[in-house]
């Protein structure tokens, strides 16, 4: 028999041990039979609604010192309603509250579903951290407008992002706000990959999750010893605080990283991983100009719930934010194409990384010298003259001299913009996916991508319409070097091209296929919620696209984001070196990653503009109006009507014609872009301007991808 101290021994180890919770069904029956919904609870534990929720369903347990209250409170109720007990009636919501689940039943508990397809849809009285009384609490939103969906993942359970103010409240997706009790940054950084619930799964199966992002407001910034702006000369020439600053010292004492590009508005803490868990965090601040004003108008003075719904849609919509724009774009085209997947080792047996067929593999891959920039190493070494690839969108105005007597008498000047042009170009474009091979007078193929001299200068089009081999719209004056596109055009129009040379990809694929479908449906759904929908007719489209920007701001900012993503992404694959240091020939980072792809950009450009080109001569057909000037993605042509109803080929049914431009919100269709008078334009070009750039009543943002 054991011993009176062996027995009080053993008792003491128990006691030491971690609380124990009951099982998740008995404290869903447990919370239910006190009569306290999941966001009171969420209150007083300092949590999330979904965090409870994901308590109760088994799929997360509390942390200390949360474990301890959680137990305290589960005990305490345990002793008021035992498990033989009648469970009490549960009051029915009144039509002004969310009811929390299903009604009562009398049979065991059982835990929520988690797959979103079949659970419940999560409360709507989420509050914020505070000694308030609990209440139902209504949305924020109107409940008929539609919401970003995030993926089914019981692992993230409280959405991509979380926007945290000075108050030490992170707002989340869906109205979500929870407590962050972080005070240093590596504190945020442990309470977001353990507490907060924050992430978002791999959009591709061989792919990797999204990195919680957290969003610091310039109150929140100060909170954790980081500068409000980043003050002082160099600060703000690399974007980033200095190595001495108490703040890094902090994350390197606690053994997190930063990637070589330091602590900049978007900062990547991590450790490196162990296995397949990723422990690292990305960190916005606002007030260092995180959010460009260009690609997300008014969002930084947003208040910090607005903010997360914005970046919060966009996340689930497109990809979590993990810099720019642009590098967002760039992100999503690697995360929609991973450049591994796992295969079988025949020799082993075991699992091991290979390529993925389609994607852009692991390893960089020099251009040819005419795909390349002058600055580049294969370009500088090896000394070559013979000249470059010049696929840029058009920036073309017609001379005045060649304006008819008839376009002058004309009132009006309408600009007619495509809609995210790049995009619609990208779409089932075959580009290539392995380095290029050289070739002495190739036969033409029309089916491999690639960069070809040839001769276009002996064809004659008519010059009412630029030409579509250059990007000024002027006549080529002799051998060039042109993106398969851009000849495969030329063939089309009914001329013999005989390349010289051609720099050409055996490895070819429509490598954008997933990016242009998810961009697509990113854009369309959001224009849908500012009202802009397929089923209005060509009046009602043009009505809505008027006033969408003041129909609801936040998802006007959406729609921006998109759009920057779009050029933003296509520009990166041939982003240029910076730095006052850099010098000719030196490789600069960029170089170092697989989607540094000039040929792929020349591609969609080429593309883009052959297919301007091939609309503005189908609607001059049809109409007798040729396009005074062309900028980019905005077309103007001389009207006599203020509307683009005035400019559009429509049959006798009222329908608009194949082939040339038509209204509509899908990439490549378009919209009005602006109205002046016709003395106005010609006035412009006189003075050497174009009055596509001006037509919107500013200055159109020129960005061809760079």
Request: glycine share 8%.
């Amino acid at each position: 028999m054991a011993s009176e101290e062996e027995l009080i021994a053993s008792v003491d180890a128990l006691l030491e041990e971690e609380p124990q919770l009951p099982p998740p069904a008995e404290r869903t029956r447990l919370r239910e039979a006190a009569g306290v919904t999941r966001a009171r609870l969420a209150l007083a534990l300092k949590t999330s609604a979904q965090m409870v929720k994901a308590y109760e369903t088994g799929s997360s347990e509390p942390k200390e010192p949360r474990l301890t209250a959680y137990q305290r409170l589960l005990n305490g109720w345990a002793a008021k309603y035992p498990a033989n007990a009648a469970t009490p009636a549960v009051q029915q919501p009144s039509p002004a509250t969310t009811p929390e689940g299903p009604e009562t039943f009398t049979g065991p508990a059982t835990p929520v579903p988690t797959d979103t397809k079949t659970a419940a849809p999560a409360p709507a009285d989420q509050t914020a951290p505070g000694p308030r009384p609990a209440r139902p609490a209504m949305s924020r939103r109107p409940a008929a407008r539609k919401k970003a969906q995030s993926p089914a993942d019981s692992r993230f359970p409280n959405g991509p992002l979380a926007v945290l103010d000075g108050l030490g409240s992170a707002y989340g997706v869906d109205d979500l706000v929870m407590h962050c009790p972080a005070t240093t940054i590596p504190e945020l950084v442990e309470w977001t990959l353990t507490e907060s619930g924050l992430g978002a799964a791999r959009l591709h199966r061989n792919g990797k999750d999204a990195d919680p992002l957290i969003v610091l407001t310039a109150e929140a910034a100060v909170k954790f010893g980081l500068p409000e702006r980043l003050e002082g000369h160099e600060q703000r020439r690399s974007l980033r605080l200095p190595e001495d600053h108490p703040v890094l010292k902090q994350v390197a004492k606690a053994r997190w990283q930063l990637t070589q590009r330091g602590f900049g508005p978007w900062a990547r803490v991590y450790r490196k991983a162990q296995g397949r868990d990723r422990q690292c965090v990305q960190l916005a601040i606002l007030s260092w100009d995180a959010l460009d004003e260009r690609s997300w108008p008014g969002v930084a003075d947003m208040d910090p719930a607005d903010i997360a719904r914005v970046l919060g849609t966009y996340a689930m919509r497109v990809t979590t934010p993990r810099g720019s724009t642009a590098v967002s774009g760039l992100e999503l085209m690697t995360a929609l194409r991973p450049p591994t997947r796992a295969v079988r080792e025949a020799a082993t047996g075991a699992w091991v990384s290979g390529h993925n067929a389609g994607s852009l593999g692991t390893e960089p891959v020099d251009p040819a010298p005419p795909e390349a920039t002058p600055e580049h190493p294969v370009v500088v070494e090896s000394g070559w003259t013979g000249g470059f690839l010049n696929e840029e969108a058009y920036q073309w105005a017609r001379p005045v001299d060649a304006l008819t007597g008839h376009e002058c008498t004309l009132p009006f000047a309408v600009g007619l913009d495509l809609n995210t042009a790049f995009l619609a170009a990208a779409s089932r474009l075959t580009v290539g996916l392995s380095a290029p091979d050289h070739f002495h007078a190739p036969a033409f193929n029309p089916r491999i991508p690639g960069t070809w001299l040839v001769d276009l200068s002996h064809i004659e089009l008519d010059p009412r319409l630029p030409s579509p081999f250059t990007p000024d719209g002027t006549r080529p004056t002799g051998p060039a070097w042109y993106q398969t596109n851009t000849v495969a055009y030329a063939q089309e129009l009914g001329h013999d091209v005989h390349p010289i040379e051609a720099y050409l990809r055996r490895e070819t694929g429509a490598y954008l296929d997933p990016w242009h479908d998810r961009l697509k449906a990113a854009y369309i759904d959001t224009l849908a919620d500012l009202g802009v929908t397929r089923d209005l007719d060509d009046h009602a489209f043009l009505a809505a696209m008027e006033t969408y920007k003041q129909t609801d701001p936040a998802m006007a900012a959406v729609l921006s984001a998109i759009k920057a993503t779009v050029k933003g992404g296509i520009g990166k694959l041939r982003e240029r070196p910076q730095g006052r240091q850099y010098k000719a020939g030196q490789r600069w980072p960029a170089l170092e990653r697989p989607t540094w792809r000039p040929d792929i950009r020349a591609a969609v450009i080429s593309k883009d503009r052959t297919n301007t080109h091939r609309k503005v001569m189908k609607t001059a057909q049809l109409t007798g109006l040729y396009p005074i000037a062309i900028l980019a993605d905005c077309v103007v042509y001389p009207a006599p009507g203020e509307s683009p109803l005035s400019v559009l080929p429509y049959d006798e049914a009222g329908k608009a014609r194949p082939g040339a431009f038509r209204l509509g919100l899908a990439p490549g269709m378009v919209k009005l872009e602006g109205v002046q008078t016709m003395s106005w334009a010609v006035d412009l070009i006189e003075k050497g301007l174009n009055p596509a750039r001006h037509i919107k009543g500013g200055d159109a943002v020129l960005d061809a991808g760079e």
